[in-house]
């Protein structure tokens, strides 16, 4: 059923049971136009299928039969109303729930499924099985990735690690991509796995294992990760690879951590997010990457610093880089431009043979 089909139906259910138990009596030949008259009210109710908290519906279906319950009163294809206004609203919410539930089963019916193997996720995670134990906070995670990409959790299968979902769209196109990634990102954020990167075909002589991924030991060797000292250096190389590029992926997005960590970011000024530098402290970065960097240019509106603080002005020197010593990772490093500092900064890269500015 369509939703304007929907909408209607619900309307005329509304009515005809009003009818039905004498609340109300509709003048001769109106009955159509009476529910043509309050069909909005049944489009606003129809459109409480799209919601997922059964409180929201809830309230919603209030307003509605609110609306309702005086447009009944106001029409002048109603003869007479019998009823005091708290039975037609309690007639009315309870015809549109049971209208709205019989809508829920049907549309179930029809949704399509999508099943994720853990060990087939993305490779810029590593599954943790040892963590796997905690079946309550893993499958949270399963349900918050599912919030994320429009789908329900509706088995995990502990055995062989897979995890089921019904989309919420009845016409996907390929949602697949988008569940595993969120599915991989939550597992990350709930310590289930731990971020690496999404390392490129060129960086690999041949695909990362499946063991490897799943966290089980591989005679494949690990790759080198750079560590940085100067964490604003770090700043800037990520500001390339996750936000320039897409060597790194999925790129952060603070507004989605804020959601999931229930974090107020207007109540925050222009602090820095502790949360949100813990977690690009602990994101690893393989050298392999760093080689196709020739350049760093720190600018006051690069998304990297957004995510850390959504509201700085870019003014302070909070993000100034204060050494040049991990340009050592970046072997094809030729020229930076950097937020103001220490002026013995910039000499540092000009020893090393590396053009250096102030932005």
């Not at 599954?127 to 995990?156: I, N, S």
């Not at 220490?342 to 102030?358: H, N, Q, Y």
Request: proline share 5%; with cysteine; glycine share 6%.
């Amino acid at each position: 059923m369509t939703n304007p089909d929907l909408s209607r139906e619900l309307v005329r259910a509304v009515v005809e049971q009003l009818v039905a138990h004498k609340h109300l009596i509709v003048m001769p030949g109106k009955t159509s136009d009476l529910v043509a008259e309050l069909a909005p009210l049944g489009v606003r109710a129809a459109a409480l299928l799209g919601e997922h908290s059964s409180q929201t519906v809830l309230d919603g279906l209030e307003e509605t039969v609110a609306d309702l319950a005086e447009q009944l009163l106001d029409s002048a294809h109603v003869e007479e109303v019998f009823a005091e206004d708290r039975v037609v609203r309690r007639e009315s919410l309870r015809v549109l729930r049971e209208g709205l539930t019989r809508a829920i089963v049907d549309a179930r019916e029809c949704r399509p499924t999508i099943s994720i193997e853990l060990e087939r996720l993305p490779q810029y995670v590593l599954v943790l099985p040892e963590k796997l134990a905690d079946q309550p906070t893993l499958r949270a995670a399963f349900e918050r990735a599912g919030d994320r990409a429009g789908a329900d959790l509706t088995h995990y299968d502990e055995g062989d690690k897979r995890v089921v979902y019904e989309l919420w769209n009845q016409e996907p196109s390929d949602e697949r991509i988008g569940l595993q990634d969120a599915v991989a990102e939550e597992l990350a954020h709930a310590g289930f796995a731990r971020f690496v990167v999404d390392l490129k075909e060129s960086d690999l002589q041949e695909p990362l294992p499946r063991a490897a991924r799943a966290g089980a030991t591989s005679s494949s060797p690990e790759p080198e990760l750079a560590s940085f000292q100067d964490f604003n250096f770090k700043l800037a190389v990520l500001q390339v690879l996750m936000f320039e590029t897409t060597a790194i992926r999925p790129r952060f997005d603070v507004h989605t951590f804020a959601r999931q960590e229930n974090l107020n970011l207007d109540e925050l000024d222009d602090r820095i997010i502790p949360m949100v530098r813990e977690h690009f402290e602990r994101l690893a970065i393989p050298v392999a990457l760093l080689d196709g960097i020739t350049s760093l240019a720190q600018d006051g509106g690069d998304e990297i610093y957004a995510q850390l603080s959504p509201g700085w002005d870019g003014e302070d020197r909070r993000f100034s880089i204060h050494s040049a010593g991990d340009s050592k990772w970046l072997r094809n490093l030729r020229r930076v431009s950097l937020f103001h500092g220490d002026p013995a900064v910039l000499e540092g890269f000009r020893r090393l043979g590396i053009e250096a500015k102030w932005t």
